[in-house]
Every structure is written in C-alpha cells, then in structure tokens.
C-alpha cells in the first residue's frame, strides 16, 4: 500500500524514514498523534521480510501507543520507531546514528526499549539525544518496568472481580498465569501475598518449579492453560493465544493479563468472548504500568507515584467495563472510545486561549511534557 494512503487510514501524523549506508542504519519512525503531548513508543530491531512489513508493523504499534497513553491518562502521544536489521548485529555507530534522527525531532518523539534492543542500546542513543526513556535505575532511571506492569494487571485483575462477582478480592480465587518471565513473576507475587490460589504455566519447567515452590500452587502444561477450571486467566507471555481455537474451550469467567495483544483479532475474539459471558480487560489497559512507569521517569517523579498511578487501573478498567456492558460493545471497542473522547476534549481545551504560552514557555523542546 501507498505509506501516504496508509497514514491517513490509520490518521498518522508523521513518519520519517532514517538511512545511513556508513552505519548501516534503515529505520522508520512514526508519530501517530501528539494532541495530549509529545509521542512515546519503543524502539524495535526486527529482520522484517519487507520494508512494507516494517511500515505496517510501526504504524500499527505507534496508533496503539496513542490509545495506551490516553487511555492511561497520560500527557503522551503515540509513536513507535523499528530499525530494520539483524538483530545480532548491534552496534554503538547504529544506535547513535538513529539517536540523531530522534534528536531531529526535538521532543515530537521519546524512544525506549522494544524488541531486541536494551538499556546498553538506549544508553548509545542518549549520547545523541534528551529524547530516550528507560535509563538504568543506576543512572538514576526508572529501571526494569516489569514490577509496575505486573501491579497494574493485578489491578486489572481485581477490577474484573469486582465486576463478575461483586467484589474485588483476590483471596480464594483460582488464578492461573501463563508466563513465567518478568510480568508473570511479579505478578505471581502480588497474588500470592493477598491469598490467591495460583496455577503456573510456562515452556520452560524450572520456572514453573521455581514458582511452585516460592508460592505453592500447581502447573498446567501447554494447552491445558486455556481449559483450566480456574477464576482468571492471566495470559503474561505472548500474544494471539485467546482466538477462535481456544476460546469455545475457556472456562474461566474472566481473561485479564499483560501479554500484548492477547487477542488473535480483536473484534472477532473479542465479540466470541462477549457472546460467552467471559469478561475480558483489554491487554493495553491493563499493561499500562511499564509505559506509566517511564512517564514517571520523565518526569521525575518518585518511584512511588508510579506505582500509585498503575494503581488507577482498577477504576479504568471498570469503567470500561461497565460502559461495555451499557453500550452493548466489547471491551476493546469501549476503551478505544474513552480514549478517542479523551483525545477530543484534550484537543478542544488547547484551543481554549490559543495564543498562551502557557506553561510551555521556559523549554525548547517542540512539544513540552
Ligand atoms: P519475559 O520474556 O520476561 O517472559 C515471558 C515468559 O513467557 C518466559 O518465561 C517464557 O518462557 C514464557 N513463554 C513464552 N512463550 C510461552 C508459551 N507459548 N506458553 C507459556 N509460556 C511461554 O517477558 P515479560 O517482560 O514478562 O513480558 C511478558 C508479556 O507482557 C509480553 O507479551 C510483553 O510484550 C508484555 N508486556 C511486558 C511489559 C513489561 O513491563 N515487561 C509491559 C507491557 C507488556
């Protein structure tokens, strides 16, 4: 498809193409909407077959990072950017070279890590540029995000309770979680100490002993996830795993977890869970936490408020919810409006006095935080 024909579709605002032959660099950058402030989205190296595959992918992940952040209640737009290469083959040259596209920006987009690409490749590109999140917690960054994220699907998680079954308590209720890894464990955690039962399942069998044996509980091998006679399913290792295959077989009444994308397509799955009674929170809802987690960081705010703001989930995640179930829509269908509302109002107040520098005034940044 045309990129400008794909653009407006997707109602993108900019994107750049970055090359630079000496390092080999190939990227693309995409800012999909700056309305409630400048454009946030990781940074991923991915070997994509095509440079069409690449557009897609990017402009895709920088529209859902839009409605992430809106939803979320953050003063962030949505951006994304893919550098198109080999993952094995990383280096300094590469990530500085595409920190100065981002610095070409001033400020319309903050990168952060993404697929294959880490704290040392983030710290490559701070050489270039202010406009890069996810410092190590060593220079005084906000460090891993995975123990807010997991706090924000724990809230996910108790606000579905409380919507299924009247109150929001974890204690006695069946949970199983497939994913092991960073989310997953903490997550566990969190579970755990408020008296959840737990059921653990993961590809690799030493991280599902490790957990039985932290936390007790049982495991649940391979498919066996998504028949579980559990309470909810908390899906925390990849997407795609709810889907016209294994949702007739679900029998938990509840799905929440914080694996992207959890949806083999969101409409249809989403639809097919509806019919079944199964409530649902939507992935980028209740993930939140890590992108919450490096708006704090920008801000510099203590630790605690991030913790505090991925907490806010439990309402959010209720109140889509509940305007689900009033306006007879699915779940993703419901938050994707409350963040288009949110988008609306946002802009139509920053034409309230139009003219004022308002608090922009003291940075030189090209859309302040
Ligand atoms: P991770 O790589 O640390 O852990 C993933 C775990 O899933 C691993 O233990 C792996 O063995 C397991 N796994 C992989 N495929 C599996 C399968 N088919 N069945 C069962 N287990 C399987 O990743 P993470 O950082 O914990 O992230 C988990 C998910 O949450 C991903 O989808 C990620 O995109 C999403 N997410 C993470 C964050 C974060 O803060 N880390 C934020 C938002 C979203």
Redesign the pocket.
């Known amino acids: 498809m045309q990129p400008f024909v794909q653009m407006t579709e997707m109602g993108h605002e900019q994107v750049l193409f970055c090359r630079d032959d000496v390092v080999g660099l190939k990227a693309i950058i995409a800012i999909h909407d700056t309305t409630l402030g400048p454009a946030l989205g990781g940074c991923r190296l991915y070997d994509y077959a095509s440079e069409q595959d690449a557009l897609t992918d990017v402009l895709r992940l920088s529209r859902g990072m839009t409605y992430k952040a809106a939803v979320a209640g953050l003063d962030l737009g949505g951006g994304k950017s893919v550098i198109i290469g080999d993952p094995s083959i990383k280096s300094e040259a590469l990530f500085r070279a595409f920190g100065r596209h981002i610095e070409s920006l001033n400020g319309r987009y903050y990168t952060a890590e993404d697929m294959n690409t880490n704290v040392r490749d983030m710290d490559f590109i701070r050489r270039e540029t202010r406009f890069v999140t996810g410092a190590g917690a060593h220079v005084g960054g906000s460090g891993?995000?995975?123990p807010?994220?997991?706090w924000g699907v724990f809230h996910g998680i108790r606000a579905c309770l409380e919507v299924k079954f009247g109150s929001p308590s974890v204690e006695g209720r069946k949970i199983a979680i497939?994913?092991?890894?960073?989310?997953?464990?903490h997550l566990a955690g969190y579970l755990h100490e408020r008296g959840a039962k737990l059921v653990f399942?993961?590809?690799?069998a030493r991280?599902v002993g490790e957990m039985i044996e932290t936390y007790g509980g049982s495991a649940v091998e391979?498919d066996a996830?998504y028949t579980a006679d559990v309470d909810v399913l908390a899906p925390?290792?990849?997407?795609g795993?709810v889907n016209r295959l294994t949702i007739p077989g679900i029998k938990a009444p509840i799905v929440c977890g914080?694996?992207?994308?959890i949806l083999g397509d969101e409409v249809r799955d989403g639809e097919a869970l509806v019919e079944r009674g199964i409530v649902y929170a939507p992935?980028y809802v209740v993930?939140?936490?890590?992108?919450i987690?490096v708006y704090s960081e920008l801000k510099r705010w203590p630790a605690q408020k991030a913790m505090e703001d991925a907490a806010e989930i439990f309402n959010t995640t209720k109140a889509i919810l509940n305007r689900a179930a009033n306006e007879g829509i699915t779940t993703t269908a419901a938050s994707n409006r409350i963040a288009e509302d949110r988008i609306a109002k946002v802009a139509h107040i920053k034409r309230l006095y139009a003219g004022s520098e308002g608090r922009d005034a003291n940075t030189s940044a090209a859309i302040p935080l």
């Open positions: 891993d995000p995975s807010v994220t997991a497939q994913g092991l890894g960073n989310v997953g464990r399942s993961d590809i690799n991280r391979g996830f925390c290792a990849i997407g795993i914080g694996a992207n994308n992935d993930n939140a936490g890590g992108l987690n």
